[in-house]
Structure formats: C-alpha cells, structure tokens
C-alpha cells in the first residue's frame, strides 16, 4: 500500500520569506504522480503544484516549487516570497490508481 | 460547468439514522472519488469510481457504507445506522483519467459536514 508522511504538522513562515514543506511516500511502483493541495480554513481543496514520476525536471509554478527526489521518494514544496494569503494547510498527495493523502502541515505566515 | 458539486453542505442527524450524500462530478471526468476528513487530519481514502465501476474500497468503508454511481456520473454516498464517530466532512472529488499531465487533477468539492448528535 502506499504510504504520504508529512513530518511537520505545523510550519510558520515571516512574509516575504521562503518555506519548505517535507513529504515523503512509499511506494513500489514507477509511474505516478505527487502533488501539493492547499486548503485554506473552511475553504475548498485546490491543487497547488503537480510533478509527474517520469520527469527529473522539479515542477515550478510561479513562488511555488518543488524538489522531487525519486530515488529517495522525497516530494518537498518550496514557497518563495511568502504571502499571507499563503496560510493554509498543505496536504501532500500521491496518485497512482486512487489518491492518498499526507496528513497535512499547517502553515502560518506572520506578517 | 461551474466544478464538483456537493450536497448536502451540512447534515445533522441522530445516531442510528441513515444518511445520503450526493457528488456531481465535472461533466467530462471518467474518475470519482470519496474521502474522509477530520478536523486536523489529511483526507483518508474510502472509494473510487472509473465510470460507473467501483474500483477500490478502504477498509474504512465498513458495511455501513456504500457508494454508487449508477450511471456514470453523479455518484451518491450513504451511510447507514450512523454512530457518532462518523462525524466528518466527506469530500468528493473528480479527475480525468487519460494520457497526458493535465488529466491527473483531482478537483475537489467543497465537501458535506456530517455531525451525527
């Protein structure tokens, strides 16, 4: 079965500084996908970054980026240039047939 | 297509009632999913359909849980004899599953807030 662990439960960040998340998985298989949903307090889940297992090029999408380290089966997300509306809990996922979930890390960002 | 549509938004109901969640997916997406949430946890999987074929089950989903998806589309959840350790959001969510990145999305509703008293 496939694993999410996200080691941090909670995360604060000063605005206009970078963060990191940490995530990690396991799994046995070699075509999947991981990605980083955000879900800001009673609000919906939006996807925030995708990565594909078969590329080696970290997915960039605009302050957010990740380090995809396959072999280590490590997915971690940076946040550059944080932004209040940044606060959140981040869930990290990964998807081969169905999606689980990491249990999330709460990110607060002190203005 | 406005996105995954959930209703009810809020549910209350006794313990030992039966209750039912529906989920409309966006129109196009083939893959549904149902998850668990509770307050401070990450999503827990229960089920998933591609099409209207029930491919996985948690073992969460005790048999007092069942989910349908009849024809394809919208797909219901219903939770029988309901104990008060239910108690969650429940999340639908739906994706497009083919070639190509774009198609991996999972877009999520906004979830049924199940409080069983």
């Known amino acids: 079965a496939q694993t999410v662990t996200q080691s941090q439960p909670e995360m604060s960040v000063q605005e206009a500084e970078t963060v990191t998340l940490s995530c990690t998985y396991d799994?046995?298989?070699?075509?999947?996908?991981l990605f980083w949903y955000k879900q800001p307090p009673s609000r919906q889940m939006i996807l925030v970054i995708r990565?594909?297992?078969?590329?080696?090029q970290n997915a960039t999408e605009n302050r957010f980026s990740v380090n995809f380290q396959k072999a280590a089966k490590s997915f971690s997300l940076k946040i550059s240039d944080s932004q209040l509306g940044d606060a959140a809990m981040y869930f990290c996922a990964y998807r081969s047939l169905g999606m689980r979930f990491g249990a999330g890390t709460r990110l607060t960002v002190k203005p | 297509d406005t996105g995954v549509s959930q209703n009810p938004r809020h549910k209350i109901t006794k313990r030992g009632q039966n209750v039912t969640f529906r989920c409309d997916p966006i129109s196009e997406h083939n893959r549904l999913y149902w998850y668990r949430q509770t307050l401070g946890q990450g999503p827990e999987f229960l089920t998933y359909?591609?099409?209207?074929?029930?491919l996985e089950k948690s073992r969460l989903l005790s048999d007092r849980f069942s989910a349908e998806r009849p024809k394809g589309s919208f797909s219901t959840l219903e939770i029988q004899r309901t104990e008060q350790g239910d108690s969650a959001m429940y999340l639908c969510?739906?994706?497009?599953w083919g070639q190509g990145a774009k198609n991996t999305e999972a877009f999520f509703g906004q979830g049924t807030r199940l409080t069983v008293v």
């Open positions: 969510a739906s994706s497009l």
């Open positions: 799994t046995s298989e070699s075509d999947y996908y």
């Open positions: 990565q594909e297992a078969y590329k080696q």
């Open positions: 359909f591609q099409n209207e074929a029930q």
